[in-house]
C-alpha cells in the first residue's frame, strides 16, 4: 500500500479510545498470499472492557441533542471522503476486490453516515389522543442501548456504516466485531471517528476470532441490540445465544437471489443489469444474482451476449487498474465454487465461456447454460463468479423457480410489460425487488430479507427504527 495518511492503518484493537496493540493473528492479503499485518485477538476480558465503556459512554453520548450528533457524524462522513482513495487501498489489499469497486464501497459506506446523520434531525416522537380528558400521552423514542455489531468481509466498510450510523443517530453506543479476514477497514473508521471527535468509548472495535467475542457480546445483558450481516446458519446461532437475554435484532442473512428475464424485456439492459448485479465484488454479495431465470424466446440471444461480456472480464489483482474481478476470500471460497461447477457440470450444465489460466487465488467468471434445479447451485448461494442460466417457458414457472427456496432477500426482474411488473414484482418472496435494474442498493432504500435472509432493514427511514425504542409516556392530572 501507498497510503497518503499511514495512521489509518492500525493494527491494534479499540477500547474505550485505548489501542490494544498486540501481534496475536495474522492478516492476509488476498491477491498475493502474503501477510498484510497483524492483530490482537481479543479476549473474552477484552468483550466486556468494551461493554463496559460503550456503557459508560452512552451516559454521555445519549443527552447529546440530535443535531449535535449529526454534527458528529457529518464530520467523520466528511473524513471518510477526504480519506477516500487511502481507504480504497486498505479495503482491497484486506478484500481483494478492485481498487474503483474499493472507492465505490467507500462512497457507499459514507451514504450511509450522511443519510442517518440527515436522519437524527428526524427522531420524531408522537402526541396520541388521550381517551381520558386530565391527561396526555407522548410515545418518545429511545436508543435501545449498548449495541453488537458483528460484520462480514465482502463489504469490509459499508456493513460498518450501515449499521453503526443508525445507531450513533438514535443515540446508542458500538461495540464493533470486523470479520477477522478484514479488520483494517473496521479499524480506519475507528481512526476516523476519533479524528471526528466522536468520544472514546462510543465506537469500540474488537478483533480477532469470532467465537469467544461473539459468546461474550451476545450473553451480555448490558447488550441490548446485536445486528449481524453474514450467514443464516451463523445468524441463527447468534440468535439462539442472545434469546436468554431477549435482545432485539437485525440480521442480514444468505440469500439466493433470482435474476428473470422474460422474452419481452430489453435484451442489452437485462445483458447489463445481469453483469452488474452478478459480478459486483466477485460475486461475493448476499443480493447477487445466484441463478438467472431466461424465457425460451430470448434464451439464446441472452447468454449468447452475457457470455461475450463475461469473456472480456478481467481478473487479476484489485491494484491493477484494469482488474474487473479480484481474488476470491479465502481457499474454501474457491473450494466451494468448484463444488458447484463440477456437480452443475455432471449433471448437464454447459460452459458458454472462456477458460483462463488462472492462480489458485482467483475464480474464472462463467456462463453455466442449461442450469437446473436439482443443482447444488441452485439451492446454494455460489458467492462466487458464476453465472447459471436455467431456460423457462412460463411466468408461472418462473414465479414457481424464483420462490422455490428457503431464502427471500433479493430477485431482479426484466420485462416491459407493466402488469407484470407489478403482478410478478408482488408474488415474489423477497425483501427487495429490482424491475429493469441490477441494482438494489442505496441508502435511501430499505435493505433486508425474509425468510432465512433474516429479520429487519438497514437503510432507509427503516434503518433508525432498528435503534430506538418507543415510550409510551402518559401525563395524568392535567384536568
Ligand atoms: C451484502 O452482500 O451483504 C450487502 C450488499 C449490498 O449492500 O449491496
Given amino acids: 500500500m501507498n497510503l497518503t495518511d499511514k495512521g489509518l492503518f492500525r493494527e491494534a484493537a479499540l477500547v474505550d479510545g485505548t489501542w490494544i496493540d498486540r501481534a496475536d493473528m495474522e492478516v492476509t492479503n488476498p491477491a498475493t498470499g502474503t501477510v498484510l499485518g497483524y492483530m490482537p485477538d481479543c479476549t473474552a476480558a477484552e468483550t466486556e472492557a468494551a461493554i463496559a465503556a460503550a456503557e459508560h459512554a452512552m451516559v454521555d453520548w445519549k443527552t447529546l441533542s440530535n443535531a449535535e450528533r449529526a454534527d458528529l457524524l457529518m ?23 478492485p481498487l474503483a469497486e474499493a472507492r465505490g464501497e467507500i462512497l457507499y459506506g459514507a451514504s450511509f453516515v450522511r443519510w442517518f446523520a440527515e436522519e437524527a434531525r428526524r427522531i420524531n416522537g408522537q402526541i396520541i389522543p388521550s381517551p381520558v380528558k386530565d391527561k396526555k400521552i407522548f410515545a418518545m423514542k429511545e436508543p435501545v442501548g449498548v449495541c453488537a455489531i458483528i460484520t462480514p468481509w465482502n463489504f469490509p466498510n459499508a456493513m460498518i456504516t450501515r449499521k453503526v450510523a443508525p445507531g450513533l443517530a438514535a443515540g446508542c453506543t458500538m461495540v464493533i466485531k470486523p470479520s477477522d479476514f478484514t479488520p483494517y477497514s473496521a479499524l480506519a473508521l ?5 479524528r471526528a471527535g466522536i468520544p472514546k468509548g462510543v465506537i469500540n472495535v474488537l478483533t480477532g476470532r469470532p467465537e469467544e467475542i461473539g459468546a461474550a457480546l451476545t450473553s451480555s445483558p448490558i447488550v441490548r441490540k446485536l445486528s449481524f450481516t453474514g450467514s443464516t ?4 446461532l447468534l440468535a439462539a445465544q442472545c434469546a436468554p437475554t431477549l435482545k432485539k435484532l437485525s440480521l442480514e442473512l444468505g440469500g439466493n437471489a433470482p435474476f428473470i428475464v422474460f422474452d419481452d424485456a430489453n435484451l442489452d439492459a437485462a445483458v447489463e443489469g445481469a453483469m452488474a448485479s452478478k459480478f459486483r465484488n466477485g460475486g461475493q454479495t448476499c443480493v447477487c444474482a445466484n441463478r438467472i431465470l ?8 441472452f447468454v449468447a451476449a452475457l457470455s461475450e461480456k463475461v469473456d472480456a472480464l478481467q481478473v487479476g489483482p484489485g491494484t491493477d487498474a484494469e482488474t474487473t474481478i479480484g481474488p476470491m476470500i479465502n481457499a474454501a471460497a474457491i473450494a466451494k465454487i468448484s ?12 460452459r458458454t465461456t472462456r477458460s483462463r489460466n488462472l492462480s489458485a487465488q482467483y475464480a474464472d467468471p462463467v456462463v453455466l447454460k442449461g442450469a437446473t434445479t436439482e443443482m447444488r447451485l441452485a439451492a446454494e448461494e ?14 408461472a414457472e418462473a414465479l414457481s423457480i424464483a420462490n422455490g427456496t428457503p431464502f427471500g432477500l433479493a430477485a431482479y426482474f426484466y420485462t416491459t410489460d407493466m402488469a407484470r411488473a407489478f403482478r410478478f414484482g408482488e408474488a415474489l ?12 442498493s442505496h441508502a435511501e432504500a430499505p435493505f433486508g430479507g425474509v425468510k432465512s435472509s433474516g429479520l429487519g ?16 409516556f402518559h401525563f395524568g392530572g392535567l384536568g
Fill in 429 to 440: 418472496e423477497c425483501g427487495l425487488v429490482g424491475l429493469n435494474t441490477g441494482a438494489v
Fill in 294 to 301: 431466461v424465457q425460451s424466446g430470448i434464451h439464446d440471444a
Fill in 382 to 395: 455460489t458467492f462466487g463468479p458464476v453465472a447459471p442460466v436455467f431456460q423457462f417457458e412460463t411466468e
Fill in 190 to 194: 475507528g481512526v476516523l471517528a476519533e
Fill in 457 to 472: 432493514r438497514e437503510g432507509a427511514q427503516e434503518g433508525i427504527e432498528e435503534y430506538l425504542e418507543t415510550k409510551a
Fill in 75 to 97: 464530520a467523520w462522513h466528511d473524513l471518510m471522503l477526504a480519506h477516500a482513495d487511502d481507504l480504497a487501498q486498505i479495503l482491497t489489499a484486506e478484500q481483494g476486490k
Fill in 233 to 236: 446458519r451463523i445468524g441463527a
Fill in 339 to 350: 463444488a458447484h461447477m463440477e456437480d452443475a457440470l455432471s449433471k448437464g450444465a454447459m
